[in-house]
């Protein structure tokens, strides 16, 4: 019977004046609305559809309101059958609201649509909203998922349902075959382990307070994705227009340590013989670098070790720094006193844990990792707070409690300060003596590395995904300024097609000065995780939107990471000795990625993609001064395919 009233008032009154209508008691009304349906006269039932079609401010358009009003600039899409009124919202904005609108960003596939959108919040901070279709657009954004879950970054997700009624009983109920096949027994759950929030909006009364609750959840604190659906029904719903206070709707803000916590870990830092920190994301937040380095200018002899690479959490050239390396340095085995800075796998307890007796204190955004079933790494003790608010308190209490103890162990520390500084300077005696620079000496990481650095101007910004060649790549490069290198941080490969040119258009929007000119975004990928992620998708999306990115594409033809991980298991195995084709690691004959870049972005008609193949330093060194030009100056495109 609830099908009854909105009849009566609204479907009924809103066609009396183009068709009769019968005047007698509602159970004949009714069945002449029914006569309306699919399956009776085509006339009535043209009239019924004509009543549902969308006209006003509609749900859908309510939502794209709201991602505006949040924040939201951009919404990287794709879209399908559940979005009719996804699409009349977006052109009703572009039309009427011209300034006030997000920019659409249309992406043939979902893993470049999610990427674009991490690596835009990883730089602005801010997340950006990806639209996709029902189950199938949601299971195509794949590892994107993962990448910003276990990566810690903030995006909206925002998918369709299928509609719920079957012959027309409200607008947007089913129209087309597939809206039977798509109809999943919880689409939410799909993504529900990876996300900070997932929910549906069942009616368009309370849309925006969705929308708002969704990124409260995205911008707190472990950061992550927050997933939104929909059916057609409600996204076709109108509604009175309304606003939230944005006042209202901010995120969980930031915590400190505790009082007595400060001086506990301070003091033992200071009393150490061989104190360390760990940290793996704390560079996130560009501020914090900065205090880290005053944190270890107080500690003369301090270490600090970088586990993940996904930025620059400090930096590489001062002599407290042991660069990066994926958890397993050697620098672990002799501290007595360490501090874990929002940092997942501070070491591999089968390859180089800790002393036993050595004291431990863990300070994250996400101390017990959450979401990893298995994470037994030992702590004296854990607290949830952000880097940047813990490390102004550690250098506060350093500074102004301690002034007496630090000069009575100012011998000591001037002492470790030497070492450090020796020590320091021999590494990077040994990294400068890696790259064999001749004109016509063939490519490896190392003097790929070198030519980057000295080649490429220093307000580039690397946006890395080179995986088992990372480490070596981030000693030649050594990053010191905050932002200039951008890791997934995550596993999920074919991450960075999408997340550089995300990572350009955010520094487009935040760039004071209105030069023209775009900053120099450079990815660095291997071969194997550039064919991961549809890079016809993410080339076509750069010409397309003219996001000039220069990419660097390390062709050693394979996956070498498989073969890594399964001689640490065989060491003397099968595997150790047998062919790329015989462990199924080979992309080899390998495909011409210089020729595909310049195909998908429209070939010699639009000439705005450059592709080329380069085999040693001098054909390496002469792209790179060619693409300062061209990317840099011009913004067009440019990808280099160096043969490894």
Same mark, same amino acid.
């Given at each position: 019977?609830?099908?009854?009233?909105?009849?009566?008032?609204?479907?009924?009154?809103?066609?009396?004046?183009?068709?009769?209508?019968?005047?007698?008691?509602?159970?004949?009304?009714?069945?002449?609305?029914?006569?309306?349906?699919?399956?009776?006269?085509?006339?009535?039932?043209?009239?019924?559809?004509?009543?549902?079609?969308?006209?006003?401010?509609?749900?859908?358009?309510?939502?794209?309101?709201?991602?505006?009003? !949040?924040?939201?600039?951009?919404?990287?899409?794709?879209?399908?059958?559940?979005?009719?009124?996804?699409?009349?919202?977006?052109?009703?904005?572009?039309?009427?609201?011209?300034?006030?609108?997000?920019?659409?960003?249309?992406?043939?596939?979902?893993?470049?649509?999610?990427?674009?959108?991490?690596?835009?919040?990883?730089?602005?901070?801010?997340?950006?909203?990806?639209?996709?279709?029902?189950?199938?657009?949601?299971?195509?954004?794949?590892?994107?998922?993962?990448?910003?879950?276990?990566?810690?970054?903030?995006?909206?997700?925002?998918?369709?349902?299928?509609?719920?009624?079957?012959?027309?009983?409200?607008?947007?109920?089913?129209?087309?075959?597939?809206?039977?096949?798509?109809?999943?027994?919880?689409?939410?759950?799909?993504?529900?382990?990876?996300?900070?929030?997932?929910?549906?909006?069942?009616?368009?009364?309370?849309?925006?307070?969705?929308?708002?609750?969704?990124?409260?959840?995205?911008?707190?604190?472990?950061?992550?994705? +927050?997933?939104?659906?929909?059916?057609?029904?409600?996204?076709?719903?109108?509604?009175?227009?309304?606003?939230?206070?944005?006042?209202?709707?901010?995120?969980?803000?930031?915590?400190?340590?505790?009082?007595?916590?400060?001086?506990?870990?301070?003091?033992?830092?200071?009393?150490?013989?061989?104190?360390?920190?760990?940290?793996?994301?704390?560079?996130?937040?560009?501020?914090?670098?900065?205090?880290?380095?005053?944190? !270890?200018?107080?500690?003369?002899?301090?270490?600090?070790?970088?586990?993940?690479?996904?930025?620059?959490?400090?930096?590489?050239?001062?002599?407290?720094?042991?660069?990066?390396?994926?958890?397993?340095?050697?620098?672990?085995?002799?501290?007595?006193?360490?501090?874990?800075?929002?940092?997942?796998?501070?070491?591999?307890? +089968?390859?180089?844990?800790?002393?036993?007796?050595?004291?431990?204190?863990?300070?994250?955004?996400?101390?017990?990792?959450?979401?990893?079933?298995?994470?037994?790494?030992?702590?004296?003790?854990?607290?949830?707070?952000?880097?940047?608010?813990?490390?102004?308190?550690?250098?506060?209490?350093?500074?102004?409690?301690?002034?007496?103890?630090?000069?009575?162990?100012?011998?000591?520390?001037?002492?470790?300060?030497?070492?450090?500084?020796?020590?320091?300077?021999?590494?990077?005696?040994?990294?400068?003596?890696?790259?064999?620079?001749?004109?016509?000496?063939?490519?490896?990481?190392?003097?790929?590395?070198?030519?980057?650095?000295?080649?490429?101007?220093?307000?580039?910004?690397?946006?890395?995904?080179?995986?088992?060649?990372?480490?070596?790549?981030?000693?030649?490069?050594?990053?010191?300024?905050?932002?200039?290198?951008?890791?997934?941080?995550?596993?999920?490969?074919?991450?960075?097609?999408?997340?550089?040119?995300?990572?350009?258009?955010?520094?487009?929007?935040?760039?004071?000065?209105?030069?023209?000119?775009?900053?120099?975004?450079?990815?660095?990928?291997?071969?194997?995780?550039?064919?991961?992620?549809?890079?016809?998708?993410?080339?076509?999306?750069?010409?397309?939107?003219?996001?000039?990115?220069?990419?660097?594409?390390?062709?050693?033809?394979?996956?070498?990471?498989?073969?890594?991980?399964?001689?640490?298991?065989?060491?003397?195995?099968?595997?150790?000795?047998?062919?790329?084709?015989?462990?199924?690691?080979?992309?080899?004959?390998?495909?011409?990625?210089?020729?595909?870049?310049?195909?998908?972005?429209?070939?010699?008609?639009?000439?705005?993609?450059?592709?080329?193949?380069?085999?040693?330093?001098?054909?390496?060194?002469?792209?790179?001064?060619?693409?300062?030009?061209?990317?840099?100056?011009?913004?067009?495109?440019?990808?280099?395919?160096?043969?490894?």
């Amino acid at each position: 019977m609830s099908f009854v009233k909105p009849l009566n008032r609204a479907v009924v009154g809103s066609v009396a004046s183009t068709a009769r209508v019968p005047q007698s008691s509602w159970k004949s009304r009714l069945s002449w609305a029914k006569s309306c349906l699919p399956g009776h006269s085509g006339q009535q039932r043209s009239h019924f559809r004509d009543h549902f079609s969308a006209t006003g401010y509609t749900a859908a358009f309510a939502l794209f309101e709201a991602l505006w009003e !949040a924040g939201i600039t951009a919404c990287f899409v794709n879209v399908g059958s559940d979005h009719p009124s996804i699409l009349e919202a977006i052109v009703k904005g572009k039309r009427e609201r011209r300034n006030a609108w997000p920019r659409m960003i249309t992406c043939p596939s979902e893993i470049t649509a999610i990427s674009m959108a991490d690596g835009y919040a990883r730089v602005s901070g801010r997340p950006q909203a990806v639209v996709v279709h029902v189950d199938v657009g949601t299971l195509a954004l794949g590892q994107g998922v993962h990448n910003a879950s276990v990566g810690r970054v903030p995006v909206l997700i925002f998918a369709g349902l299928v509609p719920y009624t079957e012959s027309g009983e409200l607008p947007g109920s089913r129209t087309e075959y597939n809206h039977w096949l798509q109809d999943t027994p919880d689409q939410k759950g799909l993504l529900r382990q990876y996300c900070r929030y997932t929910a549906e909006v069942r009616t368009g009364l309370n849309v925006k307070q969705m929308i708002g609750r969704a990124l409260q959840f995205a911008n707190s604190t472990p950061k992550g994705p +927050s997933y939104l659906a929909c059916a057609r029904e409600v996204l076709a719903q109108e509604i009175q227009p309304y606003k939230l206070e944005q006042d209202q709707w901010g995120p969980i803000g930031p915590s400190a340590l505790p009082g007595n916590v400060v001086g506990k870990i301070a003091e033992a830092l200071v009393w150490a013989e061989r104190p360390l920190i760990i940290t793996g994301y704390s560079g996130r937040d560009h501020r914090t670098p900065k205090v880290l380095v005053e944190l !270890a200018d107080l500690i003369p002899g301090i270490r600090v070790h970088d586990t993940a690479g996904s930025d620059v959490c400090f930096p590489f050239s001062d002599i407290a720094s042991e660069g990066f390396r994926l958890s397993t340095d050697e620098c672990t085995r002799d501290a007595d006193v360490i501090l874990l800075l929002d940092c997942d796998v501070p070491w591999i307890p +089968s390859v180089n844990p800790p002393p036993k007796n050595a004291k431990i204190y863990h300070v994250d955004s996400d101390p017990l990792n959450q979401l990893m079933p298995v994470s037994f790494f030992p702590a004296h003790g854990r607290w949830k707070a952000e880097s940047f608010t813990a490390l102004t308190q550690l250098v506060n209490y350093i500074t102004h409690e301690m002034a007496g103890i630090l000069e009575f162990m100012s011998p000591v520390h001037a002492s470790r300060g030497d070492d450090r500084r020796r020590l320091h300077q021999a590494r990077l005696a040994e990294i400068a003596s890696q790259p064999r620079l001749g004109d016509n000496e063939s490519l490896n990481t190392n003097n790929m590395g070198y030519l980057l650095k000295a080649h490429l101007p220093s307000s580039t910004t690397f946006v890395v995904e080179a995986v088992t060649s990372a480490q070596l790549l981030h000693d030649q490069l050594q990053p010191d300024r905050p932002g200039s290198w951008i890791n997934c941080g995550a596993t999920g490969i074919g991450w960075s097609n999408g997340a550089a040119m995300g990572v350009q258009m955010a520094l487009d929007d935040m760039r004071q000065d209105d030069d023209g000119k775009p900053e120099l975004v450079c990815q660095v990928v291997g071969d194997g995780s550039f064919m991961c992620a549809a890079p016809s998708s993410a080339l076509w999306v750069a010409s397309k939107y003219q996001i000039p990115i220069l990419t660097v594409v390390l062709n050693n033809g394979g996956w070498k990471a498989p073969r890594n991980s399964a001689k640490l298991v065989y060491p003397d195995g099968v595997s150790h000795v047998a062919s790329d084709d015989e462990i199924n690691c080979s992309i080899r004959p390998s495909p011409n990625y210089s020729a595909l870049a310049e195909a998908a972005a429209g070939g010699d008609e639009t000439g705005w993609m450059k592709g080329v193949r380069v085999r040693t330093v001098k054909e390496l060194s002469q792209a790179l001064e060619y693409a300062n030009g061209r990317v840099a100056e011009d913004g067009k495109g440019m990808l280099i395919e160096v043969l490894m």
